[in-house]
C-alpha cells in the first residue's frame, strides 16, 4: 500500500448569478439564503481538507460564474481548479453555455471537470 501526501492548494469559489428582477425585499432574503448555505458548503469542504494535507482558501463571489472563476484563478494561482458538470445535453449545452467549457478553455492552470453521478 502506497500512502501520498498530497500539497495542493486547492481554492473553493462558489459563484451565484445575479441576474434576478424581484422586489428588494425578496433579493435580500435570496441573498442571505444564498450567503447560509454558502457558509454550510464551504464549512464542510474546509473540514474535508483539513482531514487531508490539503491547503484550502474559500471566497464566495457576486456575478457570472464562469466570469468569476476565471477571474478567481488570474488573481489567486491555485494549483488547480475543480469545477463540477452540471451533465447538459449537447443540445441545452449549446443555447446555455457551459461553465466548465469556458473555464477548461480560459483559466491558466489545471482544471479538473467532475462529472454528476448518475
Do not use: W
Amino acid at each position: 500500500m502506497v500512502h501520498m501526501q498530497l500539497n495542493y492548494k486547492l481554492f473553493t469559489v462558489l459563484v451565484f448569478p445575479t441576474a434576478v428582477y424581484a422586489t428588494t425585499m425578496v433579493i435580500e432574503s435570496v441573498k442571505k439564503a444564498q450567503e447560509q448555505n454558502s457558509a454550510m458548503l464551504l464549512s464542510r469542504a474546509v473540514q474535508i481538507c483539513k482531514e487531508k494535507p490539503i491547503k484550502v482558501e474559500t471566497v464566495v463571489l457576486d456575478g457570472d460564474p464562469k466570469d468569476m472563476i476565471c477571474q478567481a484563478a488570474e488573481q489567486t494561482h491555485p494549483d488547480i481548479v475543480v469545477v463540477r458538470s452540471r451533465g447538459l445535453s449537447k443540445l441545452k449545452r449549446a443555447f446555455l453555455g457551459s461553465v466548465s467549457d469556458y473555464c477548461a478553455h480560459h483559466v491558466k492552470c489545471p482544471i479538473l471537470i467532475v462529472k454528476p453521478p448518475k
